[in-house]
């Protein structure tokens, strides 16, 4: 999926959102008591910055803690430690993490998310129109009655949908429809930075390209910032800034989506690139198959989350667990060899 050519240049302004040394650890409960007996380290000690109109993309395999942190920075679920810096219009900033109900109610109207199963995450028993119309009226942006229809007819004319259908329920439409329709309700309280949580995983390929298109669209025409979660790495190319790349609860690797994906500095990195599609017939994929499964997040390897799995490691990333560093200019990684080891990225032409 090449990125389109040519168009206007992204215009990235300052740091919107600054999450730092971000935890979430879940209790493992045990015997009738329910006595603790360890944590599972979902996201541990996660820190990256998002400007202002600019994509940042999340990747990993499953397991590897992205939706969690995806769903702490909404407060969806609650952080365990870290901080969550957001900057509101206003300009002043606020951290998520510490903010109490009212605080939290006030500020979320500026941060939504997309969520991945476009059939489970809109409520049956509403019509499109109090879907869409729920959080402009939950925020009490809008109070009257024919004011808030037509800024619901507003939005579902941007995403695609015709505004005919503006009484029928969710089960009246197709799963790409849906995801339109979630895309809409997360524009109707004109967020700042709205999290993308799989929001294309659930899709046909043709429908996915669609949905691309369409949020590049919004973000270039309401000048958006996206954390675009996904698995697929050919759909995060597409579409995202920067890339940061996540194992076990912890970022490995973090770059502009061009250097990352033509010259990783993570092994991690290397063998999911391997895995990248190609349509031309003619190249021959040679894929990094990794031994093992992911570790456990309750009870993660000493050193070096990854030294299991990788075919470079030694004896040091057994014991000693590698420091975050930048290697290149914005190019970010946590290997002992990163500087060392020449990694295979993937192919532009392809």
Same mark, same amino acid.
């Given at each position: 999926?090449?990125?389109?050519?040519?168009?206007?240049?992204?215009?990235?302004?300052?740091?919107?959102?600054?999450?730092?040394?971000?935890?979430?650890?879940?209790?493992?409960?045990?015997?009738?008591?329910?006595?603790?007996?360890?944590?599972?380290?979902?996201?541990?000690?996660?820190?990256?910055?998002?400007?202002?109109?600019?994509?940042?993309?999340?990747?990993?395999?499953?397991?590897?803690?992205?939706?969690?942190?995806?769903?702490?920075?909404?407060?969806?679920?609650?952080?365990?430690?870290?901080?969550?810096?957001?900057?509101?219009?206003?300009?002043?900033?606020?951290?998520?993490?510490?903010?109490?109900?009212?605080?939290?109610?006030?500020?979320?109207?500026?941060?939504?998310?997309?969520?991945?199963?476009?059939?489970?995450?809109?409520?049956?028993?509403?019509?499109?129109?109090?879907?869409?119309?729920?959080?402009?009226?939950?925020?009490?942006? =809008? $109070?009257?009655?024919?004011? &808030?229809? !037509? @800024? %619901?007819?507003?939005?579902?004319?941007?995403?695609?949908?015709?505004?005919?259908?503006?009484?029928?329920?969710?089960?009246?439409?197709?799963?790409?429809?849906?995801?339109?329709?979630?895309?809409?309700?997360?524009?109707?309280?004109?967020?700042?930075?709205?999290?993308?949580?799989?929001?294309?995983?659930?899709?046909?390929?043709?429908?996915?390209?669609?949905?691309?298109?369409?949020?590049?669209?919004?973000?270039?025409?309401?000048?958006?910032?996206?954390?675009?979660?996904?698995?697929? =790495? $050919?759909?995060?190319?597409? &579409?995202? !800034? @920067? %890339?940061?790349?996540?194992?076990?609860?912890?970022?490995?690797?973090?770059?502009?989506?061009?250097?990352?994906?033509?010259?990783?500095?993570?092994?991690?990195?290397?063998?999911?690139?391997?895995?990248?599609?190609?349509?031309?017939?003619?190249?021959?994929?040679?894929?990094?198959?990794?031994?093992?499964?992911?570790?456990?997040?309750?009870?993660?390897?000493?050193?070096?989350?990854?030294?299991?799995?990788?075919?470079?490691?030694?004896?040091?990333?057994?014991?000693?667990?590698?420091?975050?560093?930048?290697?290149?200019?914005?190019?970010?990684?946590?290997?002992?060899?990163?500087?060392?080891?020449?990694?295979?990225?993937?192919?532009?032409?392809?």
């Amino acid at each position: 999926m090449p990125k389109p050519d040519g168009g206007a240049k992204k215009q990235i302004g300052d740091v919107l959102l600054d999450v730092r040394e971000l935890k979430k650890h879940f209790p493992i409960e045990k015997g009738f008591f329910r006595t603790v007996q360890g944590q599972v380290k979902a996201v541990d000690g996660v820190s990256f910055t998002i400007r202002e109109g600019e994509t940042f993309g999340l990747v990993g395999e499953s397991g590897s803690g992205k939706t969690t942190l995806g769903r702490c920075i909404v407060r969806g679920i609650e952080p365990t430690d870290g901080q969550i810096l957001f900057r509101l219009p206003e300009g002043d900033e606020v951290d998520i993490a510490a903010l109490d109900k009212k605080g939290l109610r006030k500020a979320r109207k500026h941060f939504h998310m997309i969520f991945q199963d476009p059939y489970s995450s809109l409520d049956p028993r509403m019509s499109i129109l109090d879907i869409i119309a729920e959080p402009i009226r939950n925020n009490k942006l =809008l $109070s009257d009655t024919r004011e &808030i229809q !037509d @800024r %619901v007819r507003e939005l579902m004319d941007k995403v695609g949908l015709d505004i005919q259908h503006l009484n029928r329920y969710p089960h009246a439409f197709s799963g790409g429809q849906r995801q339109r329709i979630g895309i809409a309700r997360s524009l109707a309280p004109s967020p700042l930075l709205i999290v993308c949580d799989e929001a294309v995983s659930a899709l046909d390929v043709s429908i996915q390209a669609q949905i691309l298109n369409l949020l590049e669209d919004l973000q270039e025409e309401f000048n958006l910032t996206f954390l675009f979660i996904a698995h697929d =790495l $050919s759909v995060v190319e597409h &579409i995202s !800034d @920067r %890339v940061g790349v996540m194992y076990v609860g912890q970022l490995v690797e973090m770059a502009d989506t061009e250097s990352l994906f033509t010259a990783p500095k993570h092994p991690y990195t290397e063998a999911l690139l391997s895995a990248v599609p190609t349509t031309d017939p003619e190249i021959k994929m040679d894929r990094i198959i990794l031994p093992g499964e992911v570790a456990n997040p309750a009870a993660p390897p000493s050193g070096c989350y990854f030294h299991p799995r990788c075919r470079y490691a030694q004896e040091v990333c057994k014991t000693d667990a590698p420091e975050w560093i930048e290697v290149e200019a914005g190019h970010y990684t946590a290997c002992h060899f990163a500087e060392e080891l020449e990694l295979r990225g993937v192919d532009q032409e392809r």
